[in-house]
């Protein structure tokens, strides 16, 4: 009698080992999407992030632009030039670029 009980208690064991092992794996394979489905979605929005970054940078140098646009008659003489506008009393001269073939 005590035998089979040995037996028993063993098989018992061996049973209950394999379920927590397959509770284990299946608790592994539900979530292993839902890991990678967060990840994604953290790159995303670590790109998003940056994204944001350089447009708030951008808009802070066109409101810098815009800023001086008003008040510095220098830079819009500057800017002018830039683009290829001139006075009536200037000269703007183009000199084609050196290509390095001699």
Known sequence: MQQTEKYWNLINRIVLVAIILMAG???VLAFTPKVKQLQDY???YDSLQQRHSST??????????QRRFRSDPDFVQKVAHEVGYARTNEFIFHFPE?????
């Open 25 to 27: 794996v299946g608790v």
């Open 42 to 44: 953290q790159a995303t």
């Open 98 to 102: 050196e290509t390095g073939t001699n």
């Open 56 to 65: 708030l940078a951008s808009e802070q140098d066109l409101k810098e632009k």
